[in-house]
């Protein structure tokens, strides 16, 4: 992922790993500002399991980011 400034080593594993497995979310977040996509990076920060993240992300689209 290398959008406005995010590169792959700056998205956190678990998010990382949640949007490869769902194209859609990845194309949002791809199609994102830095400043959206960096502050769904900050929000991850607060996810404790990979239920929790990849419920996250397949609702991305519906967050309001």
Known sequence: MDNNG???GDVPMGLGMALAENLDALNYFASLSHE???RIIDHTHQIRSKQEMHSF???LKDSGY
């Open 6 to 8: 995010i590169k792959q």
């Open 36 to 38: 959206k996509q960096q």
């Open 57 to 59: 992300v397949s609702h």
